[in-house]
């Protein structure tokens, strides 16, 4: 398959203009020259631009942080799961732009320590570390004095889910293929979830609330 | 207990710039005038600016949806459940402001069709309907050919969490403290599931990628 600019722009559905600013970027490779500005692409553009689309709506990534995935995914001596940690840790929360609050690096230190006592292995660079501490900062900073036990409940859910989720990434196909499915399986299905959460909570009150008048 | 506005601030850690602005858009109640320009302020205009404060700062209300809720509270010939509801909903997405497009009206008619089919009972009205649709929209747009089943797995999970969340929720108390639980409940927890997952999903990976080279 040999295509103008036009023709893979109408295939993957991004714009002329987006994909002219991904090659001057260089997150998607230059096709092969045919005449004075004018080139060749292919089957391996088509797919860069999907990959790097996901990454950039889905993941709401940057320009730097795509390249960072796009770099990891081309050091074929990077094993897959350092791979997959490059995509997912860029997905944020970002790091610290100020000194944290005393009360987020306490948050944190708890959270570190709660999860030692889980035997999770997380690498101390995880953002979700920070992100789980950010929610126990906001729960006491409304005066209710909790510790990162009120989350236990949704760990051992939140872990069974992952377990399937991981299993079910293609493993021997091109790392670009089993980080796309990451990243849009961690995002889509994040919001999916959340969604579903709300309704079940729906049909659980009703069926709990629905003649609990007041007064 | 009798205080002051300062002290209301003081305890509440609401400014008072900001207590002055509720009390104007009659988010809180007005308190005992004591002298010109001056009033006292009790126990329920603590828990009041309490509940302004999770609405606001916890499910990012506005000032209209907060007073919505606060209605649906003071309504008290309104069951619990819709009062729930009301809060709930509130919390967004928000109302179409555009006709949407034809991608969109189909996924919200597949996963209308496939609520149904699960049997769980939804209002029509819920923005959760929309949400999960504009979800299967981002998949689809992608150019993967997905239907609502692809949500199964996650609804299992979400309904099973969703359960024992409401059976926690107060009862017999005020309803402007069940709201006030609900509300933190869906927000914080939405958060915490999330970084749960992901940590889950990161040591789930590094034992089944860890070793995985490419080449």
Redesign the interface.
Known sequence: MSMRISELSRQS?VPVATIKYYLREGLVPPGTPTARNQADYGEEHLRRL?LV??LAD?GGLGIAAIRDVLAAIGD??M???DV??VA?YA?GPPPDAAPPAPDVLAARADVDAW?RAMT????PE?P??R??A??LV??R???LPAGPEI?A???G???????????A?P?DG??AETVEW?V?G?V????????????????????????????
């Open positions: 559905g999907r689309r996901v889905v074929e001596s094993p897959l799961h997959l940690g997912q997905l999860l999770w292995q997380v690498s995880s979700s570390r992100a789980l950010d929610v906001g729960v900073r409304l005066g989350f409940p949704y760990a859910v939140a872990d069974e889910l992952a377990r399937g989720e991981v299993a990434l493993a091109p790392a990451q849009v961690t889509v299905f994040e919001a999916a979830f959340a969604a579903l959460r709300r309704m079940a909570q729906e049909r659980h009150s009703a069926t709990r609330f629905r003649r609990t008048r007041r007064g």
